[in-house]
């Protein structure tokens, strides 16, 4: 199989060959079972009522894995259904939506994924998979690795954002850390890449919308993330809701069997996501769920979470003749490989150390560590930040600044805000007697729409020589289901800020929320501004250290943040139009009334929104400033086999001690077909004290600019290629180099 992927993403030897003595096992077992019980692993059933309301079924052997329990006691109960009450013993999988920690709560993944910090994001699911597997969840339905270019869509919250090198990167980390070193380590769960494929293009950002994906950009954007975590050994995946032209998830077979089995050599199984084998019928797909189930089968789905349609109707379609008995027992077998590698045979218990593990010292320590390095600094003039020893009265003000469930973030079911951390208390801890702080939030929640606090926040303001606004969306307005069509602040927060501002005190503006929000107008009337998106447990603590100048920030933006909802789609890795944008117009003032028609001169943008958003992929600042330099290239001429190495050198201008996110972008300035402005291939994170300089390398190997071309083959064009060295997407200076047949 050819190697399609980065060479830092996963060694080009393909999966695992497979571990004979367990195919035998599987073999010897499939063997034993009948039509029922082999359909029966094919079944997930959501926990409901008490033990004895579901043993019947488990002993039946009509039930593969359990989602949504998560008390040892009763996992334990179940299990011993399973293992010691049905006629093969064969264990439960217990499946959880563990998607940014289980009790200790990490980022939202579109923050984790600001820090470009894959070690950082592989400790977070590390920590998740300790405390989830420590109550017997052996399976999570994460990574979410959707590339999302549309903030009005709620789940963007849940990936890594834009960028398809980004969240390969991360996703691929995820993956390792819910593994583990193995599967069959009991502290180990199995990962579930989601949703499989092209679920954040949903049309007009509206969740389970229909999307339009051409073969090409999905192969070049939308895959690899997928191809990496299959290549980090993800053991399962989950299909996405939505119909990719026409075709749903659930019933695409090009994708479930072409693309990841047989591309990919994928040997784990596939699960719906929930209901969807049964929504085909929705889609107009299915005439009903017997036929949604053998669409489902043939398309390559081995586990049906939910919707019940396998077990009720895979039996007549297998008697029918419809569905051949080798599918069902190809799908079984790719369900008992991932329990015997994960050791359930062995070890179907949890282990009783829970209480233990949960929010241990080190997983409270790595989520902090996690929120500091996803806190974006986007704006700071005069160097408001760090407040200093001459800041001696503070107010705090806004909806966010004490709310323990909403800095959580969306997809928290386990996570308790009793155990919460806020900017309020870690604030006033971190200021001691030395500095005052008046805390008045002004609205009660973040939609909050009734003003009558915001008289006292201003008042508050007036009497401090530094406001910090808390502001941003309570947890329940991103995830799954919650998208907005406006991407303002919400309620009256931007009321709020502009009442703040008015008292001619510095404002910071620190933001929770679960996507980009349009937030130049608040920028404006702000000092700085701190995007955090929602950082989980110990974001107060983390927040109060970055504000105090305790820690410095160096988060970059993982998605593109508009101006306007209405410049949506907009992402830094689009083509060039014929008509490319210069960057700079703003026509609808300047036009005169009763203007002829014309389009001469201009170019792709918008009258009234111009061209550029309000902040670019990969853009964040620091307390200190970067100087790049001296970009060289080990050759400007290369050939497909070769590597390139970029040097250049990176210097700490500033004052503290602080970590640049650099950012290596290529052009394919002439190819088969359009190819994207800029793509990221390679990112840094770089530790500099002041004054210091240090020559960074990246490595590239020109194989890695291989692209899905007019042939729909995966090849390197020969041609001319420009490359930027830069702390964001937008900086920097072209050099440019060829590469040659
Ligand atoms: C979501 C999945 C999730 C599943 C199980 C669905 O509604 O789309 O992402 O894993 O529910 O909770």
Not at 195 to 205: C, D, L, P, Q
Not at 483 to 507: F, M, W, Y
Request: hydrophobic share 40%.
């Amino acid at each position: 199989m050819a190697c399609l992927l980065p060479a830092v993403l996963a060694s080009c030897s393909g999966p695992e060959p497979k571990d004979k003595a367990l195919e035998a096992k599987v073999e010897k077992l499939l063997a034993r079972m009948t039509p029922e019980e082999k359909i029966g692993q094919m079944n997930q059933v959501s926990s409901y009522g008490n033990i004895e309301d579901m043993s019947g079924i488990i002993k039946k052997g009509e039930v593969g894995s359990i989602l949504n329990e998560v008390d040892p006691q009763r996992i334990s109960a179940l299990q011993h259904v399973a293992v010691e009450e049905s006629r093969l013993g064969i264990p439960l999988l217990i499946a959880r939506d563990v998607i940014h920690g289980f009790r200790t709560i990490f980022p939202i993944p579109l923050g984790q994924a600001a820090s470009f910090d894959p070690e950082l994001v592989e400790e977070g699911a590390r920590v998740a998979a300790i405390e989830a597997s420590s109550v017997g969840i052996r399976w999570t339905f994460a990574p979410m690795i959707d590339i999302a270019r549309d903030p009005r869509w709620g789940r963007i919250a849940e990936g890594c954002g834009e960028d398809t090198y980004l969240t390969s990167v991360m996703g691929a980390a995820m993956v390792r850390g819910f593994q583990g070193h193995a599967l069959s380590d009991p502290a180990s769960i199995a990962a579930c890449p989601k949703h499989f494929v092209g679920y954040g293009a949903a049309e007009g950002g509206r969740d389970y919308a229909s999307t339009f994906i051409p073969e090409r950009l999905m192969r070049n954007v939308y895959l690899p993330p997928f191809e990496a975590a299959a290549r980090a050994g993800a053991a399962t995946y989950m299909v996405s809701f939505n119909d990719n032209d026409g075709v749903p998830s659930t019933g695409n077979a090009f994708t479930l069997r072409q693309v990841l089995r047989d591309e990919w050599g994928f040997d784990g199984f596939v699960v719906t996501d929930w209901a969807s084998a049964t929504e085909m019928v929705a889609h107009g797909f299915a005439a009903d769920s017997k036929e949604a189930a053998l669409k489902a089968v043939q398309a390559g789905i081995d586990m049906e979470m939910v919707s019940y349609s396998f077990v009720r109707h895979l039996p007549e379609l297998i008697a029918e003749g419809k569905v051949k008995q080798s599918v069902i027992d190809n799908a079984v077998r790719n369900i008992l490989r991932i329990k015997y590698r994960l050791g359930l045979f062995d070890h179907p218990y949890p282990d009783g150390q829970q209480p233990s593990v949960m929010y241990a010292e080190a997983h409270l320590a790595a989520a902090k560590k996690a929120a500091v390095e996803s806190a974006i600094l986007l704006k700071n003039d005069k160097e408001t930040l760090p407040l200093t020893g001459k800041v001696k009265t503070i107010a705090i003000v806004g909806p966010l600044a004490d709310a323990p469930y909403e800095q959580l973030g969306t997809w928290v079911f386990d996570g308790e805000k009793t155990h919460t951390q806020t900017p309020l208390q870690a604030i006033r801890e971190t200021a001691g007697d030395k500095v005052q702080v008046i805390y008045e939030p002004g609205l009660a929640y973040s939609r909050d729409k009734n003003g009558a606090g915001i008289a006292r926040a201003a008042a508050a303001a007036a009497r401090a020589d530094v406001v910090l606004a808390f502001v941003g969306e309570e947890s329940i307005l991103s995830g799954e289901a919650h998208c907005l069509a406006d991407l303002n602040l919400v309620g009256a927060q931007s009321e709020l800020i502009a009442a703040v501002a008015r008292t001619g005190k510095p404002v910071v503006t620190v933001v929770m929320a679960g996507r980009p929000l349009t937030i130049g107008k608040e920028a404006d009337l702000s000092a700085a501004v701190l995007y955090n998106f929602h950082p989980g447990t110990m974001g107060g603590p983390a927040i109060a250290d970055l504000l105090f100048g305790k820690e410095v920030p160096s988060g970059k933006t993982p998605v593109t943040f508009p101006k306007t909802a209405g410049q949506i789609p907009v992402y830094y890795a689009h083509h060039n139009t014929g008509r490319p944008a210069t960057r700079t117009e703003t026509l609808i003032d300047r036009i005169p009334v009763d203007a002829g028609q014309t389009s001469l001169g201009n170019t792709s943008f918008y009258l009234d929104a111009g061209f550029d958003p309000l902040y670019p992929f990969g853009y964040g600042l620091s307390y200190t400033t970067f100087g790049y330099s001296n970009i060289r290239l080990s050759s400007s001429a290369l050939k497909k086999d070769d590597v390139l190495s970029v040097l250049f050198d990176l210097e700490n201008t500033g004052k503290y001690t602080a970590t640049e996110i650099a950012q290596l972008y290529v052009q394919d300035k002439v190819a088969s077909v359009a190819r994207p402005v800029k793509e990221l291939k390679r990112f840094t994170r770089v530790t500099l004290e002041p004054g210091e300089k240090k020559t960074v390398a990246f490595d590239l190997p020109v194989s890695e600019l291989a692209f899905w071309n007019i042939n729909m083959a995966k090849v390197v064009e020969p041609g001319e290629f420009g490359l930027w060295v830069a702390g964001d997407s937008q900086s920097g200076e072209e050099t440019v180099f060829k590469v040659i047949d």
